[in-house]
């Protein structure tokens, strides 16, 4: 019998982000799957009342390396820039050629630019 897989904090992905862990084991790639199709739009952004695309799958509870909660625990779907504020990280600043972060305006520009691509591909 195979021992059981930790929790890895990290997760795993695929393709060049591909760790193993939990979040790369198939059970949960079908859960997310499961989830983005039941709501595909980001609920914290339809609590405001706008309208995007999520794709990004957020454990409601802290699962905290419990496996049961990990993998049948309440999930809810959300955009990149919404679930990275529920982490308290900041998105990453656009970067100009001469390698520093844009100004303000600019990031604007470029983030509303990125968002109408985003949409349109999606």
């Known amino acids: ?3 059981p897989y930790p929790l ?3 997760g795993g992905g695929q393709g060049r ?7 790369n084991h198939r059970k949960w790639r ?6 983005l199709m039941l ?8 609590a405001e009342g ?7 799958v957020h454990h409601i509870k802290d699962h905290g390396s419990d496996r049961a909660e990990f993998f049948y625990g309440a999930l809810m779907s959300l955009c990149r820039d919404c679930h990275e504020t529920r982490h ?7 970067i100009g050629e001469d390698g520093l972060p844009l100004s303000p305006f ?4 470029r983030k509303a630019e990125h968002d109408i691509k985003r949409e349109t591909n999606q």
């Open 106 to 109: 600019e990031q604007a520009e």
């Open 1 to 3: 019998m195979r021992a």
């Open 8 to 10: 890895h904090p990290k």
């Open 88 to 94: 308290n990280r900041a998105p990453r600043p656009w």
């Open 17 to 23: 982000n591909n760790r193993g862990g939990a979040y």
């Open 50 to 56: 706008r309208v995007r695309p999520a794709d990004v």
């Open 30 to 35: 079908r859960r997310r799957r499961h989830q």
């Open 39 to 46: 709501q595909p739009l980001c609920e914290a952004c339809l």
